[in-house]
């Protein structure tokens, strides 16, 4: 069974840049999240979503942060414009519902210049 | 904020048992135990979970105390490959919080 993909695995930008990764959950999986991890840190839940509805996006900096999950398969997470604390990987996982194991990707790893 | 408690690091001899603890005494009655592990430029892994029993895979063993306010991940012969941080975290309704883990060194 495929894992979590994601994509790109590296990026470099510049601050005020705009940067989108991207991620495809676990055939069948209804439920995708996206977390942001600071080096050092655990994981923190950024955005979760149910099929293609948002259940909960209360840690996204929404001036600056957002996502899609367009026909609840693949899923877009975008930062415009970045800023320098926005360094870390990002991390996509999906589950078959909200009780279940979560499953990650391997990640992407952000550097703002 | 981190609901859970983990010492930061700790240390292990290739073969011998890797007893790590976890403190969550805030856990609600319906939260779940969970276990991860990230290796290096690795997203995290899961490892086994629990709710009030004690539970076994092929990878480890999870004791959870009987007032559910803290728990111990066993790994009962410790390679290498399991040096690691490891991260105890909590959850209902899919929302896991987590803490910054305890690192794990198995040293030859």
């Known amino acids: 069974e495929a894992g979590v993909a994601q994509s790109p695995r590296y990026k470099i930008i510049e601050k005020r840049q705009s940067v989108a990764f991207w991620c495809n959950p676990i055939?069948?999986?209804?439920?995708l999240y996206w977390y942001q991890q600071i080096l050092g840190q655990g994981p923190k839940l950024l955005i979760q979503f149910q099929n293609n509805g948002v259940v909960d996006d209360s840690q996204l900096p929404k001036d600056r942060f957002s996502a899609e999950r367009l026909k609840g398969v693949d899923s877009t997470l975008k930062i415009q414009p970045a800023k320098l604390e926005d360094s870390a990987v990002y991390l996509c996982?999906?589950?078959?519902?909200?009780?279940?194991?979560?499953?990650f990707g391997a990640g992407t790893r952000l550097s703002v210049l | 904020d981190a609901k859970t408690t983990q010492p930061p690091s700790m240390d292990c001899a290739e073969g011998r048992a890797a007893n790590l603890p976890c403190n969550h005494s805030?856990?609600?009655?319906?939260?779940?135990v969970y276990w991860y592990r990230q290796i290096h430029s690795q997203g995290p892994q899961y490892i086994i979970h629990?709710?009030?029993n004690n539970e076994t895979n092929e990878m480890a063993s999870l004791i959870i105390t009987e007032d559910r306010k803290s728990s111990t991940l066993i790994l009962p012969h410790a390679t290498l490959r399991d040096t690691a941080v490891y991260y105890c975290t909590t959850g209902g309704g899919g929302k896991l919080i987590f803490g910054q883990g305890t690192e794990l060194s198995v040293k030859p």
């Open positions: 629990g709710l009030k």
């Open positions: 055939s069948g999986h209804a439920t």
């Open positions: 996982a999906s589950s078959l519902g909200v009780k279940n194991i979560q499953y």
């Open positions: 805030t856990i609600s009655g319906n939260e779940y």
